[in-house]
């Protein structure tokens, strides 16, 4: 009997879900400042990454190699980008508009803290972060994510048990 193989794209949406479940919890609370939550969140995804390349070696009997199991992962990560990518855009556009308003008023204290940092150069940047919001959050939220993707997706490629050997040569 053949084992059914998880798809990229299920565990990709358990994960995105996971992620936005926990930042709607941020939200709701009125978390945004501690940090913690955010590395929180970094974690859960590279361990559902990390899990998801196990068990991709686990129903495929470990008949896998290092590039199958980092594609695996990676595709996951092409979904969860894609997913978040798009809650991303509907929360500051209409769920929770007011994101836009709290993170700079986060940003502004942040930067007022700094001696270094002129008033006016404060509100030039305040200014420019408020016109491109959506575009400068969804870009660092895509490309923080393929990061995290690329380091859960090489930890699990690392860690998945591999019945292969590298040095065997199928075609002989």
Same mark, same amino acid.
């Given at each position: 009997? =053949?084992?059914?193989?998880?798809?990229?794209?299920?565990?990709?949406?358990?994960?995105?879900?996971?992620?936005? &479940?926990?930042?709607?919890?941020?939200?709701?609370?009125?978390?945004?400042?501690?940090?913690?939550?955010?590395?929180?969140?970094?974690?859960?995804?590279?361990?559902?990454?990390?899990?998801?390349?196990?068990?991709?070696?686990?129903?495929?009997? *470990?008949?896998?190699?290092?590039?199958? &199991?980092?594609?695996?992962?990676?595709?996951?990560?092409?979904?969860?980008?894609?997913?978040?990518?798009?809650?991303?855009?509907?929360?500051?556009?209409?769920?929770?508009? =007011?994101?836009?308003?709290?993170?700079?008023?986060?940003?502004?204290?942040?930067? =007022?803290?700094?001696?270094?940092?002129?008033?006016?150069?404060?509100?030039? *940047?305040? *200014?420019? &972060?408020?016109?491109?919001?959506?575009?400068?959050?969804?870009?660092?939220?895509?490309?923080?994510?393929?990061?995290?993707?690329?380091?859960?997706?090489?930890?699990?490629?690392?860690?998945?048990?591999? *019945?292969?050997?590298?040095? =065997?040569?199928?075609?002989?």
């Amino acid at each position: 009997m =053949e084992t059914k193989v998880t798809s990229h794209i299920v565990k990709g949406v358990i994960l995105s879900t996971i992620t936005i &479940v926990f930042s709607t919890i941020v939200y709701v609370f009125n978390l945004y400042e501690m940090q913690s939550l955010n590395y929180l969140n970094y974690g859960l995804i590279i361990a559902g990454l990390i899990y998801g390349a196990i068990l991709y070696s686990n129903e495929n009997n *470990n008949h896998v190699t290092f590039g199958n &199991v980092f594609a695996h992962g990676f595709k996951t990560t092409a979904v969860i980008i894609a997913i978040t990518s798009i809650y991303t855009i509907l929360s500051i556009k209409f769920l929770f508009p =007011e994101i836009v308003d709290i993170s700079l008023r986060i940003s502004r204290k942040k930067m =007022e803290s700094n001696p270094q940092i002129p008033k006016d150069t404060i509100e030039q *940047n305040l *200014n420019f &972060v408020k016109e491109y919001f959506v575009s400068l959050t969804l870009g660092f939220s895509m490309v923080g994510l393929a990061i995290l993707g690329l380091i859960g997706s090489l930890i699990g490629a690392a860690v998945a048990k591999k *019945n292969t050997n590298p040095f =065997e040569n199928s075609a002989a």
